[in-house]
């Protein structure tokens, strides 16, 4: 089992940045893949911001350029770095987990990101 903890929401005005951390504890050695998902309302999940253990990252086009996805390894943390925000990121952000072998998983409680115009 892996455990996911999200810190760093809050209220930001257009234009303003926000950083968002994950913790991740547990069954460390299985994952392959971290990252951050949100979900706006009347919306569905959609992905934000992924990145490998090897440290290679994917973001969804919306954010490309101006969201950023890290990770450290040693602190099994994985951060979303979200700068020049706009109102439509508005969402609850979700830190998300996988494993391959065997395939799973796993998610945060969500911190909700306001962004007001």
């Known amino acids: 089992q892996v455990r996911l903890v999200e810190s760093g929401g809050g209220l930001v005005q257009a234009g303003g940045s926000l950083r968002l951390s994950c913790a991740a504890s547990?069954?460390?050695?299985?994952?392959?893949?971290l990252g951050w998902y949100r979900q706006a309302p009347g919306k569905q999940r959609e992905l934000v911001a992924t990145?490998?253990?090897?440290?290679?990252?994917n973001y969804a086009d919306s954010v490309k350029g101006r969201f950023t996805i890290s990770n450290d390894n040693a602190k099994n943390t994985v951060y979303l770095q979200m700068n020049s925000l706009k109102p439509e990121d508005t969402a609850v952000y979700y830190c998300y987990a996988r494993s391959l072998y065997p395939f799973d998983v796993y998610w945060g409680q969500g911190t909700q990101v306001t962004v007001s115009s």
């Open positions: 990145i490998t253990t090897g440290g290679i990252p």
């Open positions: 547990g069954r460390m050695s299985r994952l392959n893949a």
